[in-house]
């Protein structure tokens, strides 16, 4: 029988180490490969979203909005204009958070509003609260008046 040496242990744990992450490579390479492309994904949407609310913050015309976003990230007319429409609806939405919040009312306070005035399915429904984004008081009184 012979000795082992410190030398066949290293190439033992080199060689393995090689063939341990030859076959992780095989049998997880796909979900990697998956998790990257998800990744990747995930970082285009928040560009896209990043871009749209920014350009609608900024009272940039619709017809413009959809030619940058077509231009820029590749989104056609017709998801362009859907994503408009929901960037609308949750503009306002966000607006009549942070105008809650500037009134001094708790994360608590605030949801309990909103489930309570349905005011997230009201602004989602109804295109004439979209346009008091800049004006979340009178959002605020409206959402409570609507029915």
Do not use: C
Request: proline letters at 1%.
């Amino acid at each position: 029988m012979s000795k082992i040496s410190s030398d066949d242990i290293k190439e033992f744990f080199v060689t393995g180490g090689k063939i341990v992450a030859g076959l992780a490579l095989k049998f997880y390479g796909e979900s990697i490969n998956q998790a990257g492309e998800a990744a990747f994904s995930d970082a285009l949407e928040v560009g896209i979203a990043n871009t749209l609310s920014a350009l609608y913050d900024t009272d940039v015309s619709d017809e413009e909005i959809i030619r940058v976003l077509g231009k820029y990230w590749g989104v056609n007319i017709d998801e362009a204009e859907e994503r408009l429409v929901f960037e609308k609806s949750q503009a306002a939405i966000r607006e009549l958070r942070w105008y809650l919040k500037m009134q001094g009312y708790s994360i608590k306070e605030t949801d309990n509003f909103m489930r309570l005035n349905n005011a997230s399915r009201k602004i989602k429904h109804n295109r004439d609260l979209w346009k008091l984004k800049r004006n979340p008081e009178k959002l605020m009184k409206a959402v409570q008046e609507s029915k």
